[in-house]
Nanobody, 124 residues
């Protein structure tokens, strides 16, 4: 069982930055691939970024590539999402998720464990 708790959301002006954190409880955090997803009001949830268990592999949605960076600290059981040059369209609830598989399942949102989310609001 893995429990995930996101933090770091808030209100920021367009062009600003935020760093989201996702703290995981449970064993063997480094075995889990981690992903960040987001859901804006009235829209479907979408994939944002993913990282492998070791942290050596990452990939991003085209909409955030070059602006967002996913990273992890396995000693702290935490995954991060550094968000720079934020835009109004980045406004959403951001969720982290965990799964033993690092692959196409992540982009589809097929993850085993989910956090409850943290709200990011970008004002224009």
């Amino acid at each position: 069982q893995v429990q995930l708790v996101e933090s770091g959301g808030g209100l920021v002006q367009a062009g600003g930055s935020l760093r989201l954190s996702c703290a995981a409880s449970g064993r063997s955090f480094s075995m889990y691939a981690m992903g960040w997803f987001r859901q804006a009001p009235g829209k479907e949830r979408e994939f944002v970024a993913a990282i492998s268990g070791s942290g050596s592999l990452t990939y991003y949605a085209d909409s955030v590539k070059g602006r967002f960076t996913i990273s992890r600290d396995n000693a702290k059981n935490t995954v991060y999402l550094q968000m720079n040059t934020l835009k109004a369209e980045d406004t959403a609830n951001y969720y982290c998720a965990a799964d033993l598989s690092y692959g196409p399942n992540i982009r589809r949102g097929s993850m085993h464990y989910w956090g409850k989310g943290t709200l990011v609001t970008v004002s224009s």
